[in-house]
């Protein structure tokens, strides 16, 4: 009766024996290929409804509070603002797992739309697109400073710079942060345009232009910067509405910079005509004639907005840390009259001979790291992370900003004895006798990972030992005093930007004799 209503109905009817044999195939391979568990966001807060945790965002010192989260919710977790996922990752293993080993996925970069669309800044290698353009630029880039090789060709002009930061501390003792900013920028003006800064007291031109093209970037780079960074319809919002002004930044950024990227490739063209252009990253390329303008003079923006403030802000943090850490001072100048002497300026030769120059080196870039966040990664597609360990999946959706938190990474107390002490013996093998083990390079953590780790890696590391070097080969260092003789504490912490400074402090930075002096005079 029944098979007569199916066939009725125009079922066909299957015999009792196949039908079953089909049926328990079906439970079978449901069984071992449905996932066995499903998977979901990593943790994080509770949102409100349809905004999420738009109100979680933190607005300033990003890391500390990412870190906070991490207490609470684990290595591994998530903020959701109207649908966009933000997973923050305070684990060195996990971000290893996903931009290390899956870069192909978690390579390319979020879209920005107030200082990347609207403000330009989308052109600069750090927020370019994974694609053929970034491949390019970087392979650019290895060429010019991906070995050790190539890199020692910079020394010497590094070194020429340093001295010359040597002798304006001298003559502008109350002007240390200003005279850094020169000294790193001169550097990477050099290698990028063979440009020499103007000499005296005014401000050379083009360097200014580039310092707030660089100030520019890093204010609008920071996650949150803008509401519209949250809440990407809003770039959309009319102008002379309020709440509109987001856009007259953003076309002021973009006009200047413009401005200084065609600035700097005019000037080597000009140079170049003239018979007189010093070698450069930009003249190189000029003479191949192997690659568009636009590429050259935005790869060449690239490394001076990218160099000079990372480097200037680790060794500002250097300057603090050794006037709070007399001790690791006087160590330091003990192996450096030892090995080098007292006639004449540590070079690069000299830097196997230095370990405790080095590592003390390898510390600063730990202690206060530049790019506490660096710079948000984007997943092309979902992607199931699994942990393993017995722990459940973990779902990072298509478009996730993935934050690798480079700072909590840094000082994770599991990692690093002591971690908010500066301890440059941390990287020494039984120091002195202590008996401790050398501690994790933080080069494997502060300089990016993946398709997207620093191109400017090794140029970083040789600019910070000749600057450290030098400077205590002829500086002493320590904290500065009011008018009635009591010692200023300096207050401790970092700015809130995508490439991080420390927090405004004095300190005073005198000759540590009369022959240090002559050495400064005469370098």
């Not at 550097?187 to 005014?202: C, E, K, Q, V, W």
């Not at 780079?221 to 990407?232: E, H, K, L, W, Y």
């Not at 003390?360 to 530049?370: G, Q, S």
Request: with cysteine; charged share 20%; glycine share 8%.
């Amino acid at each position: 009766m029944a098979a007569g209503i199916a066939e009725g109905l125009g079922f066909v009817s299957w015999p009792p024996g196949p039908t079953l044999i089909i049926l328990s195939a079906c439970v079978v391979s449901l069984y071992y290929i449905r996932p066995k568990r499903a998977a979901r966001l990593p943790p994080g807060p509770r949102g409100l409804p349809f905004v999420g945790n738009v109100l979680q965002v933190p607005n300033k010192q990003h890391w500390l509070r990412f870190a906070e989260m991490g207490d609470v919710w684990g290595d591994v977790c998530s903020l959701t603002v109207l649908g966009k996922t933000m997973v923050i990752v305070n684990s060195l293993k996990v971000t290893e797992d996903l931009l290390d080993a899956r870069g192909t996925n978690f390579s390319d970069r979020p879209i920005i739309p107030v200082g990347g669309e609207l403000g330009g800044f989308d052109n600069a290698l750090p927020l370019v697109h994974y694609g053929d353009r970034m491949r390019k630029e970087r392979k650019l880039f290895h060429r010019l400073f991906g070995t050790q090789a190539s890199v020692k060709q910079f020394a010497p002009l590094i070194s020429t710079e340093v001295h010359k930061l040597l002798r304006n501390i001298v003559l502008n003792p109350d002007g240390l942060i200003d005279e850094i900013a020169r000294a790193t920028g001169a550097i990477s003006l050099r290698i990028a345009f063979g440009y020499h800064l103007r000499d005296g007291p005014t401000r050379d031109p083009l360097l200014e232009m580039f310092e707030t093209g660089g100030n520019n970037f890093m204010i609008s780079s920071t996650p949150a910067a803008f509401v519209a960074d949250i809440i990407p319809i809003l770039r959309f919002w009319p102008e002379w509405l309020p709440g509109g002004g987001f856009h007259t930044i953003a076309k002021a950024w973009s006009k200047q910079i413009q401005s200084t990227v065609d600035t700097g490739l005019q000037y080597v063209k000009n140079e170049m005509a003239a018979g007189k252009a010093e070698p450069s990253f930009v003249s190189t390329l000029l003479e191949e004639k192997s690659h568009e303008d636009y590429l050259i003079k935005w790869a060449a923006a690239s490394i001076q907005i990218g160099g000079s403030d990372t480097t200037a802000a680790q060794l500002e943090a250097f300057f603090l840390a050794m006037s709070l850490y007399p001790a690791v001072q006087a160590a330091a100048q003990r192996e450096l009259d030892r090995v080098v002497g007292n006639d004449r300026l540590p070079d690069i030769s000299d830097r196997a001979q230095l370990p405790y120059i080095d590592a003390l080196c390898k510390e600063v870039v730990r202690w206060h790291v530049a790019a506490p966040l660096a710079v948000p990664h984007c997943t092309r597609e979902d992607y199931i992370y699994e942990r393993g360990g017995g722990m459940e999946p973990l779902l990072i959706p298509k478009d996730s900003l993935v934050i690798p938190n480079l700072w909590k990474m840094a000082h994770d107390p599991a990692r690093y004895t002591n971690p908010m002490a500066f301890d440059p013996s941390r990287f020494l093998a039984n120091w002195e006798g202590n008996g401790k083990k050398v501690e994790q390079d933080p080069a494997d953590i502060c300089f990016g990972y993946g398709r997207r780790v620093c191109p400017g890696r090794l140029l970083g590391e040789t600019a910070i030992f000749l600057e450290c070097s030098a400077v205590l080969s002829v500086f002493n260092i320590s904290k500065a005093r009011d008018e009635k003789g009591v010692i200023i504490e300096p207050e401790l912490g970092q700015t809130s930007a995508t490439v991080s400074h420390v927090l405004p402090f004095k300190c005073v930075v005198k000759p540590r004799n009369a022959r240090a002096l002559a050495l400064i005079q005469g370098s």
